[in-house]
């Protein structure tokens, strides 16, 4: 059993489900999860983070914790870490957690393990799986010398969350000392778009160059939207300014792995396999029945995707509705 | 200013992966060897905040094998001033990279920026940036697809999940780590690839940058190819039987929705 320190992320006051994940895993695997939670008026999310096996949240709050920032989170994540002699630290592989683990790991004079699928707990040490060569390879990776442990770790590759009602979790406030720091965030500026982000999604539906333009976008945004799925696109539909860069998926777009990834009209380039090859359930959607996203998909449809989305998005409807 | 990039060279993304005999490595035969995606932003960025302060220098850093120093004549012939290459083993982890490009930088007069690219694309690690600024005492930027450069301190758009975008400000000295999109990087032109192969490049070693052995804090023990996947199932008919089939598997074979 080790001392598991997981480093929690709230956008808005509301957690992340990534968040969730490794809380449930560590404490399902019979760790002593500790939660650390960065924020202002966030005391309320200590709850939530009990029943779903947190036993202590070590609580940060103050006004220059309000929005995220690297500097202000590593300071308060290394003094926690260090004081409390963890073996593990964990933080998910999102925008947050991938920008202040390294700085934690540097300050503690240990290594940390990026964008893990896969963590075992032996002890207090930890052995984890990792996609190098954007997916081409996994690796074993061990630590060298001594802890405690740092990883971060990919969404949704741990499983399914799991709460326990009854349970909660002791909260402790820390003191912070926050002053001399020399970033600051200004602004978060929201580009949402009401749907989930392709990293966070459990769905992904993805289209590509074969769409013709943005317009019929609409089409997979339909079938996205009865699913709470989120949109994703091949490079040279992005190219072609069909999408914005943020929803690419391949080696030099977003790397995702949600439980079920729908291929429309994507030829499966192993750039873009880079991307979504770790994703539990494949369909691909392709009139050429050749196209190597074939070789990857638990299920393909050899059709004409003009045709075969809209009848999709009417039997996902079927199926939703009761 | 001056200005530095650090760079990584990584096999191109077209490459077939293969693993060495005891499965511990690639196989780097007969790989063409790229500057990694994302530092192409970072070189591009250093030259138009040269361009734009006169008497300001770019230099150029890899870390890794001799054969990175054609990852930096690559920079060179993008239009950087001078180049650095700092001898590490090719299994280096990014914390051996990240204090060895800090052991340099810190030999360097007073450096006012360093770009890198958000992550590179052998690896995936995204974190020899952050690491690079830990050891300088930098604060750093990740993720940057716009900076505007004031005299005190550079104010950052950086893309986080969401399509969100969070405006950072951070004072100089910096690190700032290119996302696509910061700018459209320039090919490099005839005659400064001549030029490029000319300059002389410096070599340090480990010792040279205070690294040892003891800085590698992460190993790969062993690598293997994801296991070859299993036919799928092809669904055959109308496009409305393959749309009616297909949701019946998903809903109760494969439980996914
Ligand atoms: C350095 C580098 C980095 C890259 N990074 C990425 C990346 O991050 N992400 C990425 O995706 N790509 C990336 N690429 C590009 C990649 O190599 C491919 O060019 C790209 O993925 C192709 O996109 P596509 O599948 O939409 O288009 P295409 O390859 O043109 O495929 C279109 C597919 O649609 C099918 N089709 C056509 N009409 C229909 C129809 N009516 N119904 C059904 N199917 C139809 C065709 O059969 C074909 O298979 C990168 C390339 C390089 C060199």
């Known amino acids: 059993m080790a001392k598991v320190f997981i480093i929690a992320e709230q956008r808005d006051g509301r957690l992340k489900k990534a968040t969730l994940e490794l809380v449930s895993y560590s404490s399902t695997q019979g760790n002593e999860t500790h939660v650390i939670l960065l924020g202002d008026n966030v005391a309320g999310l200590a709850g939530e983070l009990g029943q779903y096996g947190a036993k202590v949240v070590h609580l940060a709050q103050a006004p220059e914790l309000k929005l995220y920032s690297a500097e202000a989170t590593s300071r308060v994540v290394t003094e926690v870490v260090r004081a409390h002699a963890a073996d593990i630290v964990l933080a998910s592989h999102t925008p947050t957690g991938r920008d202040f683990m390294p700085r934690v790991a540097g300050r503690l004079g240990v290594g940390l393990a990026s964008d893990c699928t896969q963590l075992t707990f032996q002890g207090t040490d930890l052995q984890v799986r990792r996609p190098v060569y954007a997916g081409k390879a996994l690796a074993e990776v061990e630590f060298v010398g001594p802890g405690p442990r740092l990883a971060t770790v990919r969404a949704n590759s741990l499983g399914a969350p799991k709460p326990e009602p009854g349970r909660t979790a002791e909260v402790v406030n820390l003191t912070l000392n926050l002053s001399g720091l020399k970033t600051r965030v200004l602004e978060v500026a929201q580009g949402n778009t009401g749907r989930p982000d392709v990293t966070e999604a459990s769905i992904?539906?993805?289209?590509?160059?074969?769409?013709?333009?943005?317009?019929?976008?609409?089409?997979?945004?339909?079938?996205?939207?009865?699913?709470?799925?989120?949109?994703?696109?091949?490079?040279?539909?992005?190219?072609?300014?069909?999408?914005?860069?943020?929803?690419?998926?391949?080696?030099?777009?977003?790397?995702?792995?949600?439980?079920?990834?729908?291929?429309?009209?994507?030829?499966?380039?192993?750039?873009?396999?880079?991307?979504?090859?770790?994703?539990?359930?494949?369909?691909?959607?392709?009139?050429?029945?050749?196209?190597?996203?074939?070789?990857?998909?638990?299920?393909?449809?050899?059709?004409?995707?003009?045709?075969?989305?809209?009848?999709?998005?009417?039997?996902?409807?079927?199926?939703?509705?009761? | 200013m001056n200005i530095t990039v650090c760079i990584k060279q990584v096999p191109d993304t077209e490459t077939r992966i293969k693993l060495n005999a005891d499965s511990t490595w690639i196989d780097t035969t007969g790989i063409k060897w790229i500057v990694s995606s994302y530092d192409e932003f970072a070189i591009e960025e250093a030259l138009r905040l040269r361009d734009k302060n006169p008497g300001s220098t770019v230099t150029v850093l890899s870390a890794g094998p001799l054969r990175v120093v054609d990852a930096i004549r690559n920079?060179?012939?993008?239009?950087?001033?001078?180049?650095?290459?700092?001898?590490?083993?090719?299994?280096?982890?990014?914390?051996?990279?990240?204090?060895?490009?800090?052991?340099?930088?810190?030999?360097?007069?007073?450096?006012?920026?360093?770009?890198?690219?958000?992550?590179?694309?052998?690896?995936?690690?995204?974190?020899?940036?952050?690491?690079?600024?830990?050891?300088?005492?930098?604060?750093?930027?990740?993720?940057?697809?716009?900076?505007?450069?004031?005299?005190?301190?550079?104010?950052?758009?950086?893309?986080?999940?969401?399509?969100?975008?969070?405006?950072?400000?951070a004072q100089y000295p910096v690190l700032i780590a290119a996302q696509k999109g910061l700018n459209e990087p320039r090919y490099a032109s005839l005659p400064n690839i001549m030029k490029a192969k000319k300059k002389e490049v410096k070599v340090l070693k480990m010792a040279d940058v205070g690294v040892s052995e003891s800085d590698q804090k992460i190993r790969i023990k062993s690598l293997q190819l994801p296991p070859p996947k299993q036919a799928g199932k092809k669904i055959a008919g109308d496009a409305a039987t393959q749309a009616q089939e297909l949701v019946r598997l998903l809903h109760e074979e494969a439980k996914v929705v």
């Open chain 1, 204 to 322: 992904v539906v993805s289209g590509g160059r074969s769409l013709k333009n943005a317009e019929n976008f609409k089409m997979l945004e339909e079938v996205a939207d009865v699913l709470g799925a989120a949109v994703g696109a091949s490079r040279a539909a992005v190219d072609a300014g069909y999408r914005p860069h943020r929803d690419q998926v391949g080696q030099t777009g977003k790397v995702v792995s949600p439980t079920l990834y729908v291929a429309c009209g994507i030829s499966g380039a192993i750039q873009h396999l880079a991307g979504m090859r770790t994703s539990k359930v494949i369909v691909a959607i392709n009139s050429d029945p050749e196209a190597p996203i074939f070789q990857v998909a638990d299920y393909g449809i050899v059709g004409d995707l003009f045709q075969v989305v809209p009848a999709l998005a009417q039997e996902f409807k079927k199926v939703k509705e009761h």
């Open chain 2, 75 to 169: 920079a060179l012939a993008m239009g950087a001033d001078n180049g650095i290459h700092i001898e590490l083993p090719e299994s280096a982890d990014n914390n051996m990279a990240a204090k060895a490009l800090a052991g340099a930088l810190k030999k360097e007069a007073k450096v006012d920026v360093v770009f890198t690219g958000k992550e590179a694309i052998d690896d995936g690690a995204a974190q020899t940036s952050q690491l690079i600024a830990e050891y300088l005492d930098f604060p750093h930027v990740t993720v940057v697809l716009g900076a505007e450069y004031g005299p005190e301190s550079i104010k950052c758009r950086r893309e986080v999940e969401g399509g969100a975008i969070e405006v950072v400000e």
